[in-house]
């Protein structure tokens, strides 16, 4: 399953200044310097999209972002009951927003400007058409999850700066759901072209030297392509019930023309053994590790859960428990003083520099597949369910093992423990269709954890499963609860003025994206 990739260190320049808005001045003080920018090539390009602060397992980002803000609001991570404890910290959504921007879609509209070069019937324009549509495969799975958290944003008319040749184009928003609709039908088209795409040897072998995603394999490509079509379709699948089951029966019912990512094997992941930066994780985690309440107290305990031992670390008194929300503040602050509350593991995630960058995984997939045969039929659901738990166990001790510096690797379960914690009662499937999909929410929300808070914030906010407890915050007039939405950027507000101001009335924390319809 390991890749052995170490950070790639890319041999291009591209131009920063791609934000959805940016002023004339930046233009002509920048962008014009020879010295700031060198000629391209295909592969170099193709391998910048992919060194994305959100993909590359550098994790800097999760004491700025996934642990105060989305780890907040999916109850991933345990938190106080402090003041302001919903609001949110504006200059780091605006990282999230200008690594979309300034890295993903620049880079990508470069490599659109690239192959547009090349004459239409010529073997280079046949070759590196694959480079070009795995890419835009990366670019959509990325550009989903930016409007997962926003709404609307821009994105047909984004990045245009260095393909218009200087020309400043302001970009305006694109709605949620076109958005969501256009990437889902693109998808489809990528999923045709590349179940038959057949390039010279000399390209394939370039997409190998280049890919450190998947190494240049175009089933893996496949695979994640079928799979990201699932994710999506099943997060629109309350706002658009029929559209959403159309899309989930093709793929499921012919995995010769739509393979999907089945085993923990194919994960799509980012391996870069040995390459996260000191102390990265270690800092990013950083005092914020505690273990949520409802997870490890009303879930994980009680059913004796086996990921407990490789996802949290023991008390002081060798127990299993995470930060209670309905507790005050001040008995909170005792309790964390005490050494009562539960970390997350150590040797998993807080001191493992070989943690990869997690794209997507076998057991989410097992998950869709699980609610997509209850609500809808086509297969059994119970054996995609278990599934799905067996992988997602399998995956967090892959993930202990990873570490190879730091502590002692836990032994995996055995296959009578599994099969006694699938029988638990708060675990086991039973006959009620709605206690069902209550269970198949509750296992995906615990298996995308923290290090994937913004897959379980989505997921919360569409089923709002399971059943969180959110205590109210009357220190804040903003966000007394948590926000369904990110606000946008200053930047967007000042830069891009005009077409701010058709969003303006949405830019609030409780408007919902689109598909949040329960």
């Not at 200044?17 to 000629?39: A, I």
């Not at 880079?107 to 480079?131: C, I, M, N, P, V």
């Not at 393909?163 to 970009?171: F, H, S």
Request: glycine residues 8%.
């Amino acid at each position: 399953m390991k890749k052995h990739i170490i950070y790639i260190l890319l041999i291009f320049t591209i131009p920063v200044y791609f934000l959805t808005g940016c002023k004339k001045s930046d233009f002509d003080d920048n962008y014009n310097n020879p010295e700031k920018t060198v000629n391209s090539n295909i592969e170099g390009l193709f391998a910048g999209i992919f060194d994305n602060g959100r993909v590359m397992p550098r994790y800097w980002n999760l004491y700025t972002f996934h642990i105060p803000m989305l780890g907040a609001y999916s109850q991933t991570i345990g938190y106080g009951n402090g003041s302001k404890i919903y609001e949110q910290a504006i200059n780091y959504t605006e990282n999230r927003w200008t690594d979309y921007y300034t890295g993903t879609i620049a880079r990508y509209r470069e490599l659109e400007k690239k192959y547009a070069t090349y004459e239409d019937g010529s073997a280079e324009k046949a070759g590196y058409q694959l480079f070009l549509e795995i890419a835009r495969l990366f670019v959509y799975d990325q550009t989903a999850q930016i409007v997962d958290m926003w709404g609307d944003i821009p994105f047909n008319t984004a990045g245009q700066l260095n393909a218009t040749g200087g020309d400043i184009i302001l970009a305006s928003y694109d709605t949620d759901k076109d958005l969501y609709s256009f990437i889902q039908q693109d998808l489809k088209r990528i999923a045709d072209y590349l179940a038959t795409a057949a390039p010279d040897p000399f390209y394939t072998g370039q997409l190998q030297k280049s890919d450190y995603v998947n190494d240049g394999s175009i089933l893996k490509w496949r695979k994640y392509c079928n799979s990201l079509r699932l994710r999506l379709a099943m997060r629109t699948s309350n706002s658009d019930e029929a559209g959403s089951k159309a899309i989930v029966q093709e793929i499921l019912g012919n995995p010769t023309q739509y393979p999907i990512v089945d085993n923990i094997d194919e994960t799509i992941q980012i391996v870069a053994e040995g390459s996260l930066e000191t102390g990265d994780m270690e800092s990013g985690f950083g005092i914020n590790s505690l273990a949520p309440g409802h997870m490890v107290e009303d879930i994980m305990n009680p059913s004796n859960d086996p990921r407990l031992p490789v996802i949290f670390s023991t008390n002081k008194n060798g127990e299993y428990h995470g930060v209670i929300n309905t507790w005050s503040g001040t008995r909170q602050t005792d309790s964390s003083t005490a050494g009562y509350y539960s970390r997350y593991d150590s040797v998993t995630f807080i001191k493992n520099r070989n943690f990869p960058g997690i794209i997507l995984t076998a057991s989410e997939v097992s998950f869709i597949k699980a609610e997509a045969y209850q609500r809808w039929g086509g297969g059994d659901a119970k054996t995609a369910y278990e599934e799905g738990i067996k992988q997602s166990i399998d995956f967090y001790y892959y993930l202990n093992t990873l570490n190879v510096s730091w502590g002692a690797h836990d032994t995996p379960p055995t296959t009578g423990q599994v099969t006694t914690f699938l029988s638990d009662p708060l675990v086991a499937y039973g006959v009620d269709p709605q206690e069902n999909l209550e269970k198949i929410a509750t296992q995906k929300w615990i298996d995308f954890g923290i290090m994937q808070a913004n897959q379980a914030w989505a997921e919360y906010r569409r089923t709002k499963l399971p059943a969180l407890n959110f205590p109210t915050d009357a220190s804040s007039t903003l966000s007394p609860n948590p926000p369904v939405r990110l606000l946008y950027p200053s930047t967007e507000r000042i830069l891009n003025a005009d077409n701010y101001e058709a969003v303006a009335s949405k830019d609030n924390v409780t408007t919902k994206v689109f598909w949040d319809v329960r």
